[in-house]
């Protein structure tokens, strides 16, 4: 059998893990004194680490720390250490996908008394073109092209000038049909409508809601069409006038005027 | 939410409660392992530190049926090896040729002995056995502190109870060495 030296440090800690070559290397101790002192190098060094190994205790303000970090309700592992519980964790995430789609809502703007006039800007704005139209008409920069108090003579004018859209021309008792005239946006023709009465003038575009968006010859904001979607109607004062956003058989209706905000919701919220 | 949140509240104060019982008896021996490791109180304190919160944190997969210690001792080990890694190539042969000079030069043992017990403290073996290279250093602190013996040093280091035998056989020699030089630079040694 080979001799193999390593085995005096098994011998020095009377480690039995090879019979023979203990043996064997037990006996080459007694007769080898180079092996001798091998031997006697690893019982010192043995000796020299279990005899300083002296326990020392462990410092107050370390086994304060970690007590602290383990310990239920003030160790800074006791939340990771809930959210990591399966029932918790999942809990947890619910609440948090609960608690965006509520911020998503929040976000989205409360309809009730919303200033959705404030969003309305650019020139192909159908509530900014009323207003200006309705300002031309009272300014005496802009005259019906027709002048009827019949709706059918004003659809069928409508239709000749290029109006694709049907244009409702509705009948009231206090407010007399006046005229119409046809304007142009986008190459796309739009009916205006215009009725007196009381010394007033109430002037209404109408368009096609199919060509309202982005790319649309006019628009208005997504919100107020989303809050005219769910069949509510708009008021604003603006300038001293009036404006009164509303939808009907697939046209969007915007009326200016000088009425109060009470008249135009009481006489226009409703084409039908 | 707040029954679950509660009920889960209490399960965290038992899992704590467990974790006091099978765990903190073992914090002395786990403090003086990290202490002959590192070589530094600072160092010894960040590790047993380190080691019980890990601990703590998979504390609830914990199987409470094997040997806690072990499995601490464990979680040390792999702590302080995350931040130590062993010597990929320790040229022994320089440090075994240096070895049979100074085995040589000192016949005497036993007066070596005389010399490192009265002029060495534990802090300063504590110091020389901490510059060792890594995987000497741990099978030497597993043996000659904590008792283990080589079939259990071998599972818990992962090498054949051989390989434990020769780490140890080597690791005395250049602790030997290191010993040696400092005795001898301190005049404790002619």
Not at chain 1, 25 to 30: D, Q, R, T, V
Request: hydrophobic share 40%; net charge negative; proline share 3%.
């Amino acid at each position: 059998m080979e001799l193999r030296k390593d085995y005096i440090t098994a011998l020095a800690d009377k480690e039995n893990i090879d019979p023979g070559q203990l043996l064997l290397i037990e006996k080459e101790i007694k007769e080898n004194p180079g092996l001798r002192q091998d031997y006697h190098v690893q019982l010192l060094m043995k000796q020299a680490v279990t005899g300083k190994n002296k326990f020392r205790p462990v410092p107050d303000a370390v086994k304060k720390k970690i007590v602290k970090k383990v310990s239920p309700g003030e160790g800074i592992n006791f939340l990771p250490g809930i959210l990591s519980r399966p029932l918790v964790a999942y809990g947890t995430a619910a609440i948090i996908i609960i608690a965006v789609i509520l911020i998503i809502f929040n976000l989205a703007p409360q309809f009730e008394d919303y200033d959705f006039a404030a969003e309305q800007s650019g020139e192909n704005n159908m509530l900014i073109q009323a207003e200006n139209n309705f300002k031309a008409l009272a300014e005496g920069r802009e005259f019906p092209e027709i002048i009827s108090k019949n709706p059918e003579d004003i659809k069928i004018f409508f239709k000749q000038q290029g109006v694709e859209y049907s244009a409702i021309i509705p009948i009231y008792e206090r407010w007399n049909l006046s005229g119409g005239f046809v304007t142009e946006e986008n190459n796309t023709k739009f009916a205006n409508l215009i009725y007196g009465g009381s010394g007033m003038i109430i002037y209404i575009l109408q368009a096609d809601e199919n060509i309202m968006g982005n790319n649309g010859a006019v628009n208005l904001s997504k919100d107020l069409l989303k809050y005219l979607d769910e069949g509510n109607c708009y008021t604003s004062l603006r300038n001293g006038n009036t404006a009164l956003i509303t939808k009907s058989s697939g046209n969007i209706f915007v009326v200016v005027s000088g009425l109060s905000l009470e008249e135009v919701k009481k006489s226009f919220c409703n084409f039908n | 939410m707040i029954f679950l949140l509660l009920a889960v509240i209490e399960d965290q104060r038992k899992l704590y409660s467990d974790f006091e019982r099978l765990a903190f008896p073992h914090m002395e021996p786990l403090f003086n392992f990290a202490l002959w490791l590192t070589g530094h109180d600072k160092e010894a304190g960040k590790l047993l530190n380190e080691t019980y919160l890990k601990a703590f944190n998979f504390f609830d997969k914990f199987d409470q049926s094997i040997d806690s210690r072990m499995w601490l001792f464990r979680i040390m080990q792999n702590s302080f090896l995350s931040k130590h890694k062993p010597e990929a190539e320790i040229n022994f042969n320089e440090a075994e040729e240096y070895y049979e000079k100074i085995k040589k030069s000192s016949k005497d043992i036993s007066s070596l002995e005389k010399i490192f017990t009265n002029n060495f403290s534990d802090d300063d073996i504590r110091k020389f056995v901490s510059t060792l290279p890594v995987q000497f250093r741990m099978v030497i602190v597993l043996s000659d502190t904590q008792n283990f013996s080589y079939e259990q040093i071998a599972d818990f280091v992962d090498i054949p109870e051989g390989t434990v035998m020769s780490r140890l056989h080597r690791g005395r020699k250049i602790l030997f060495t290191k010993m040696y030089d400092s005795a001898k630079s301190k005049g404790y040694i002619n």
